[in-house]
């Protein structure tokens, strides 16, 4: 089976702050990857698809990138309400396997 | 609006068995494949398993592959999870997805423990 592992697991950032989140698959996926984001206490909420097409009513300081086996996540202004934990999944066979997570927290 | 609304969490001692259901309205499940998904607390994001829309094809997570069973009911609308031989390691909250419009249920509670 294909894995997905996420770097960092962890980080800590300013308001502001360019941030990029790596996710990259043992074999290659193609474009089908998926990022999503949950904040403490609330189900996870899709962020990305198709590695880099924004979700509707995500806003534009998201964006993903990457194709094959090397994928990033970008918020390119970091926001308070940005606080939470980030999963990669890939979705082009089963099993649709998640990253393990990068949490995010303001310095 | 869509609601996905899961039951039949609870406790439950190693070796027993629990049936997940989700239940949708506002939202017609029966052309879509439906997934479980599963976080233990404090943990990560697990997907569990997948179905068809009309039921005939099913994968699984190694991890419960043997053990647990995914089903559905187009005519009520529900998904199911069907979980036999728990252990300790299934603790977590489950949620039932529709991957497509990211449509998730609030999850239950599975918690198993002697």
């Known amino acids: 089976d294909i894995q997905m592992t996420q770097s960092p697991s962890s980080l800590s950032a300013s308001v502001g702050d360019r941030l990029t989140i790596t996710c990259r698959a043992s074999?290659?996926?193609?474009?089908?990857l998926a990022w999503y984001q949950q904040k403490p206490g609330k189900v996870p909420k899709l962020l990305i698809y198709?590695?880099?097409t924004l979700q509707s009513g995500v806003p534009s300081r998201f964006s993903g990138s990457g194709s094959g086996t090397d994928f990033t996540l970008t918020i390119s202004s970091l926001q308070p309400e940005d606080v939470a934990t980030y999963y990669c999944?890939?979705?082009?066979?089963?099993?649709?396997?998640f990253g393990g997570g990068t949490k995010v927290e303001i310095k | 609006e869509v609601q996905l609304v899961e039951s039949g969490g609870g406790l439950v001692q190693p070796g027993g068995s629990l049936r997940l259901s989700c239940a949708a309205s506002g939202f017609t499940i029966s052309s879509y494949w439906m997934h479980w998904v599963r976080q233990a607390p404090g943990k990560g994001l697990v997907w569990v398993s997948r179905?068809?829309?009309?039921?005939?094809?099913?994968h699984y997570a190694d991890s419960v592959k043997g053990r647990f069973t995914i089903s559905r009911d187009n005519a009520k609308n529900t998904l199911y999870l069907q979980m036999n031989s728990l252990r300790a390691e299934d603790t977590a909250v489950y949620y039932c997805h529709y991957f497509w419009s990211d449509y998730w249920g609030q999850g239950t509670l599975v918690t198993v423990s002697s």
């Open positions: 198709s590695a880099s």
């Open positions: 179905i068809s829309g009309d039921g005939t094809t099913t």
């Open positions: 074999q290659g996926i193609s474009n089908y």
């Open positions: 999944q890939k979705y082009n066979s089963a099993p649709l396997t």
